[in-house]
C-alpha cells in the first residue's frame, strides 16, 4: 500500500516537475526570510531564466533583494510581502524593472502554496509595452501633425507659423523638443524658431548666421530623406545642442518643395523610436507640409506684388483718360478754328479736304473715348455695364452709323447693339487682359458699302477698334485688380498705403507698416503725437463731421491724406495714396499743352501767311482789271476821236 502511495507520488511529482518547467510563463518560488522582510529564491523555471537572462544555479539560495537589487522600488517585494502576510493572491500589474543588468516589462501573479512558499508566474512584457509606447507615441505625432495642418490653414505670418509648428510638436509629447531654421541660398540663416531647446540654441543661431553649419544640418540639406542622429553626444560632439539629447536621438529633414529648399526641421525622440520608418515617414510628412507652407507664403507675396502692379496700371491707365480728355478739348479747338479758317480759304479746300476726313476720324474717336471715360468713371458701374456701354458707343464712331452694329464675346458672355446682325462686312479684334487673349469685338456693316482700306472700312476705323479693343482690355484687368484691391483694403496693416487713426489731440493711436515713411518725417512714433497743425486738422473734421484732404511731401514721394472722421469715437481715420505718378503727369500734360498752344500759334501763324497771299492775290487781279478797263476806255476813246476827223 505504501509502496502505490510512493509511486503515485513520484508520478505526481514528475508531472509537476515537466509542468513546472514546461510553462511559457516564468515561475519562481521564494520562502521568507528575516519575518517576511526578504525573500529566499527558491525554485527558477526555464522560462524565468530565458526572461531574466540569468542561470538557475546562480541564484537558487540566494535572497531576491541580491539577485535583482531593484526588486523594492519596482515594488514587487511589497506585493511578496503582502501575499505572505495574508495568503490572499495578488494581480501585479505591467510595470517597468531596471538594474544595471536587465530592463524589462513584468506583469505578475503571485499566490501563497500551502507550505508557506510563494510563487510569482509572470511574463516578459517588454516588447508589447514597447508596442504598446510606440502606438502612444504615434497617436501623439499623428495628433501633432494635424495640429500643425490646422495652423498651416489659419496662419498667415510665418514667423508665428514656424514658432507655433515647434510649441505642436513638443506641446503633445510627440517630440521633447524641436526646432526649425530657414537658410538662405548661402546657408546664412534667415529665420528661426524652437520650443523647449533652452537657451543652449542661441549658439545654434550665431553659427548659422555666420554661415557655420552644424553636423545634423550638413547631413540633412544634400539629402531628401529624414536623417536620423542616433547618438547625438557622439555624432555632434562639437554641437551646442548635443547635451539636450542625453539619452534621446534626433530626427533631421530639410524642408523642400518643388526643388525648393527653405532650411532644416529637427526633432528630439525617444531613441528605441528613432529608426522606426513609420515614425520617419510622419516626421518627413510634418517637414513637407512645413515647406509646402513657406511655399504658399511666397506664392502670396507674388499675388501682392502683382496687385500693386495692376493698381500701379490702374493709376496709370487714369492719367492717360485725363490726359486723352484734355486733349480731346484742345483738339476740339483746333477743329473749330480750321473749320474757320476753312471758310476763309475756299480756293485750297480741295487740298484740306483729306486732312480734315482724318481730323474727323480722329475727333470721333476720341469722342468715343471720351464718352467711355466718362462711362467707366460712373460710381458703383459694372463690368457688363460698361461693356455694353462699349458696343453702344461703337455705331456713332464710324462712317456709317446707321448701318454699324456691334459686339463683344468675354468668355460664356456676350453684350451687342440692338441691331446687331453678322455679316460679311466685318471687323475685329482681340481682347487682351492680362496678356492674355480674353474675348473678341467685332463691328459689322449691315448694308454694301464702296470698297475702301479695309472692305469698306477706313484704316482709321481700324486703328479705331483696336485702340477700342486694348482699352476694353485694360478695363477688365483694371475691374479685377479693384476687386482684389477691394479685398486687400479690408486689411490695413496689409495695406500698400499709409492709414492712420488719430485723436482730437493729434496722438497716433494706430499706424500700419506703410505710414512709416512719414512718421519719420514728422519725427514721431505710434502712440506719440504728430506735429501740432494734426491736432487742428482733427478738431475741425471731428467739430464739422465732414471729411477733408490735403497733400503731404514725404522725400520725393508726395501723398494725398484723406482725413475721415469718426466723431462717436473721438478720432479720426487717415488714408493715405500715393500721387507722385500723378503730380508729375499732370506736370508732362502742362508741359504737353504748352506745345499744343505753339503748334496752334504756329498753323494760325501760317494760315494768315495764306490769307495775306490770297488778298494779295485777290488785289493784284483786281488792279490788273481795273488797267485792263482803263486801257478799252483809252482804245474807245480814241477810236471815237478818228471817227470825227
Same mark, same amino acid.
Given at each position: 500500500? $505504501?509502496?502505490?502511495? $510512493?509511486?503515485?507520488?513520484?508520478?505526481?511529482?514528475? /508531472?509537476?516537475?515537466?509542468?513546472?518547467?514546461?510553462?511559457?510563463?516564468? &515561475?519562481?518560488?521564494?520562502?521568507?526570510?528575516?519575518?517576511?522582510?526578504?525573500?529566499?529564491?527558491?525554485?527558477?523555471?526555464?522560462?524565468?531564466?530565458?526572461?531574466?537572462?540569468?542561470?538557475?544555479?546562480?541564484?537558487?539560495?540566494?535572497? &531576491?533583494?541580491?539577485?535583482?537589487?531593484?526588486?523594492?522600488?519596482?515594488?514587487?517585494?511589497?506585493?511578496?510581502?503582502?501575499?505572505?502576510?495574508?495568503?490572499?493572491?495578488?494581480?501585479?500589474?505591467?510595470?517597468?524593472?531596471?538594474?544595471?543588468?536587465?530592463?524589462?516589462?513584468?506583469?505578475?501573479?503571485?499566490?501563497?502554496?500551502?507550505?508557506?512558499?510563494?510563487?510569482?508566474?509572470?511574463?516578459?512584457?517588454?516588447?508589447?509595452?514597447?508596442?504598446?509606447?510606440? !502606438?502612444?507615441?504615434?497617436?501623439?505625432?499623428?495628433?501633432?501633425? /494635424?495640429?500643425?495642418?490646422?495652423?498651416?490653414?489659419?496662419?498667415?505670418?510665418?514667423?508665428?507659423?514656424?514658432?507655433?509648428?515647434?510649441?505642436?510638436?513638443?506641446?503633445?509629447?510627440?517630440?521633447?523638443?524641436?526646432?526649425?531654421?530657414?537658410?538662405?541660398?548661402?546657408?546664412?540663416?534667415?529665420?528661426?524658431?524652437?520650443?523647449?531647446?533652452?537657451?543652449?540654441?542661441?549658439?545654434?543661431?550665431? /553659427?548659422?548666421?555666420?554661415?557655420?553649419?552644424?553636423?545634423?544640418?550638413?547631413?540633412? @540639406?544634400?539629402?531628401?530623406?529624414?536623417?536620423?542622429?542616433?547618438?547625438?553626444?557622439?555624432?555632434?560632439?562639437?554641437?551646442?545642442?548635443?547635451?539636450?539629447?542625453?539619452?534621446?536621438?534626433?530626427?533631421?529633414? #530639410?524642408?523642400?518643395?518643388?526643388?525648393?529648399?527653405?532650411?532644416?526641421?529637427?526633432?528630439?525622440?525617444? #531613441?528605441?523610436?528613432?529608426?522606426?520608418?513609420?515614425?520617419?515617414?510622419?516626421?518627413?510628412?510634418?517637414?513637407?507640409?512645413?515647406?509646402?507652407?513657406?511655399?504658399?507664403?511666397?506664392?502670396?507675396?507674388?499675388?501682392?506684388?502683382?496687385?500693386?502692379?495692376?493698381?500701379?496700371?490702374?493709376?496709370?491707365?487714369?492719367?492717360?483718360? =485725363?490726359?486723352? #480728355?484734355?486733349?480731346?478739348?484742345?483738339?476740339?479747338?483746333?477743329?473749330?478754328?480750321?473749320?474757320?479758317?476753312?471758310?476763309?480759304?475756299?480756293?485750297?479746300?480741295?487740298?484740306?479736304?483729306?486732312?480734315? @476726313?482724318?481730323?474727323?476720324?480722329?475727333?470721333?474717336?476720341?469722342?468715343?473715348?471720351?464718352?467711355?471715360?466718362?462711362?467707366?468713371?460712373?460710381?458703383? !458701374?459694372?463690368?457688363?455695364?460698361?461693356?455694353?456701354?462699349?458696343?453702344?458707343?461703337?455705331?456713332?464712331?464710324?462712317?456709317?452709323?446707321?448701318?454699324?452694329?456691334?459686339?463683344?464675346?468675354?468668355?460664356?458672355?456676350?453684350?451687342?447693339?440692338?441691331?446687331?446682325?453678322?455679316?460679311?462686312?466685318?471687323?475685329?479684334?482681340? @481682347?487682351?487682359?492680362?496678356?492674355?487673349?480674353?474675348?473678341?469685338?467685332?463691328?459689322?456693316?449691315?448694308?454694301?458699302?464702296? %470698297?475702301?482700306?479695309?472692305?469698306?472700312?477706313?484704316?482709321?476705323?481700324?486703328?479705331?477698334?483696336?485702340?477700342?479693343?486694348?482699352?476694353?482690355?485694360?478695363?477688365?484687368?483694371?475691374?479685377?485688380?479693384?476687386?482684389?484691391?477691394?479685398?486687400?483694403?479690408?486689411?490695413?496693416?496689409?495695406?500698400?498705403?499709409?492709414?492712420?487713426?488719430?485723436?482730437?489731440?493729434?496722438?497716433?493711436?494706430?499706424?500700419? +507698416?506703410?505710414?512709416?515713411?512719414?512718421?519719420?518725417?514728422?519725427?514721431?512714433?505710434?502712440?506719440?503725437?504728430?506735429?501740432?497743425?494734426?491736432?487742428?486738422?482733427?478738431?475741425?473734421?471731428?467739430?464739422?463731421?465732414?471729411?477733408?484732404?490735403?497733400?503731404?511731401?514725404?522725400?520725393?514721394?508726395?501723398?494725398?491724406?484723406?482725413?475721415?472722421?469718426?466723431?462717436?469715437?473721438?478720432?479720426?481715420?487717415?488714408?493715405?495714396?500715393?500721387?507722385?505718378? #500723378?503730380?508729375?503727369?499732370?506736370?508732362?500734360?502742362? =508741359?504737353?499743352?504748352?506745345?499744343?498752344?505753339?503748334? &496752334?500759334?504756329?498753323?494760325?501763324? %501760317?494760315? $494768315?501767311?495764306?490769307?495775306?497771299?490770297?488778298?494779295?492775290?485777290?488785289?493784284?487781279?483786281?488792279?490788273?482789271?481795273?488797267?485792263? +478797263?482803263?486801257?478799252?476806255?483809252?482804245?474807245?476813246?480814241?477810236?471815237?476821236?478818228?471817227?470825227?476827223?
Amino acid at each position: 500500500m $505504501n509502496d502505490d502511495k $510512493n509511486q503515485t507520488k513520484e508520478h505526481l511529482t514528475e /508531472r509537476f516537475k515537466q509542468l513546472f518547467e514546461g510553462m511559457s510563463s516564468g &515561475v519562481a518560488v521564494y520562502e521568507a526570510v528575516d519575518g517576511g522582510n526578504d525573500f529566499i529564491i527558491k525554485d527558477f523555471n526555464r522560462a524565468a531564466e530565458e526572461i531574466d537572462q540569468i542561470k538557475r544555479e546562480d541564484i537558487i539560495g540566494r535572497r &531576491v533583494t541580491e539577485v535583482f537589487p531593484e526588486v523594492e522600488e519596482f515594488g514587487l517585494l511589497e506585493v511578496l510581502r503582502q501575499v505572505w502576510k495574508t495568503g490572499s493572491s495578488r494581480n501585479y500589474p505591467i510595470s517597468f524593472y531596471k538594474d544595471e543588468r536587465i530592463t524589462g516589462g513584468r506583469e505578475n501573479y503571485i499566490y501563497k502554496l500551502p507550505s508557506g512558499k510563494v510563487v510569482a508566474i509572470y511574463d516578459d512584457i517588454t516588447e508589447r509595452k514597447r508596442a504598446e509606447e510606440r !502606438i502612444e507615441h504615434l497617436n501623439l505625432v499623428l495628433r501633432a501633425v /494635424r495640429n500643425v495642418n490646422q495652423l498651416i490653414t489659419q496662419e498667415k505670418d510665418p514667423a508665428r507659423l514656424l514658432q507655433g509648428s515647434c510649441e505642436i510638436l513638443t506641446s503633445t509629447r510627440g517630440y521633447h523638443n524641436a526646432w526649425i531654421a530657414l537658410l538662405d541660398e548661402s546657408g546664412k540663416l534667415l529665420r528661426s524658431a524652437e520650443s523647449e531647446v533652452g537657451e543652449d540654441f542661441a549658439a545654434v543661431i550665431k /553659427r548659422l548666421e555666420r554661415g557655420e553649419l552644424i553636423e545634423c544640418a550638413k547631413k540633412a @540639406l544634400p539629402s531628401s530623406e529624414v536623417q536620423m542622429i542616433g547618438e547625438p553626444l557622439v555624432d555632434c560632439g562639437d554641437c551646442p545642442l548635443a547635451d539636450t539629447y542625453s539619452g534621446r536621438s534626433a530626427l533631421v529633414k #530639410r524642408l523642400e518643395h518643388e526643388g525648393k529648399v527653405y532650411g532644416i526641421l529637427a526633432a528630439s525622440i525617444p #531613441r528605441e523610436l528613432a529608426s522606426d520608418e513609420e515614425e520617419q515617414d510622419i516626421f518627413s510628412e510634418v517637414a513637407d507640409d512645413i515647406a509646402f507652407a513657406l511655399h504658399n507664403f511666397e506664392v502670396e507675396e507674388e499675388r501682392k506684388r502683382v496687385v500693386e502692379e495692376l493698381k500701379a496700371a490702374n493709376q496709370q491707365l487714369t492719367a492717360s483718360e =485725363q490726359h486723352l #480728355r484734355a486733349a480731346n478739348q484742345q483738339l476740339s479747338a483746333s477743329e473749330q478754328q480750321l473749320r474757320a479758317a476753312n471758310q476763309q480759304l475756299r480756293a485750297i479746300e480741295k487740298d484740306l479736304r483729306t486732312v480734315n @476726313l482724318a481730323l474727323r476720324e480722329r475727333v470721333k474717336e476720341l469722342n468715343y473715348f471720351y464718352q467711355l471715360s466718362t462711362l467707366n468713371e460712373k460710381p458703383n !458701374i459694372t463690368l457688363e455695364e460698361i461693356l455694353q456701354g462699349v458696343v453702344e458707343l461703337i455705331p456713332s464712331s464710324y462712317q456709317y452709323p446707321k448701318i454699324t452694329c456691334g459686339r463683344i464675346i468675354l468668355g460664356d458672355q456676350e453684350f451687342k447693339t440692338e441691331n446687331f446682325r453678322e455679316t460679311s462686312w466685318k471687323q475685329t479684334a482681340n @481682347l487682351i487682359a492680362r496678356d492674355k487673349r480674353t474675348g473678341t469685338m467685332e463691328v459689322c456693316y449691315l448694308e454694301e458699302r464702296p %470698297e475702301r482700306d479695309e472692305g469698306p472700312f477706313l484704316e482709321e476705323e481700324r486703328k479705331l477698334i483696336d485702340a477700342i479693343a486694348e482699352r476694353s482690355g485694360k478695363i477688365i484687368e483694371r475691374k479685377q485688380a479693384e476687386e482684389e484691391i477691394e479685398k486687400l483694403s479690408r486689411f490695413p496693416g496689409e495695406n500698400p498705403y499709409p492709414i492712420l487713426r488719430v485723436n482730437r489731440d493729434g496722438t497716433a493711436l494706430y499706424a500700419n +507698416k506703410s505710414s512709416r515713411a512719414l512718421l519719420d518725417v514728422w519725427k514721431t512714433r505710434e502712440g506719440q503725437r504728430l506735429p501740432d497743425h494734426w491736432g487742428e486738422r482733427v478738431k475741425r473734421v471731428l467739430d464739422s463731421n465732414q471729411s477733408d484732404n490735403f497733400e503731404e511731401k514725404c522725400g520725393n514721394a508726395t501723398f494725398l491724406l484723406i482725413l475721415a472722421p469718426v466723431a462717436e469715437m473721438g478720432y479720426a481715420n487717415v488714408y493715405g495714396l500715393d500721387i507722385t505718378e #500723378r503730380k508729375q503727369e499732370e506736370k508732362e500734360l502742362e =508741359q504737353y499743352r504748352e506745345h499744343l498752344e505753339v503748334l &496752334v500759334n504756329e498753323r494760325t501763324v %501760317e494760315l $494768315n501767311k495764306k490769307l495775306e497771299e490770297l488778298e494779295r492775290f485777290h488785289n493784284a487781279m483786281v488792279d490788273r482789271e481795273f488797267r485792263i +478797263k482803263e486801257l478799252r476806255d483809252e482804245v474807245d476813246r480814241l477810236k471815237n476821236t478818228d471817227s470825227h476827223r
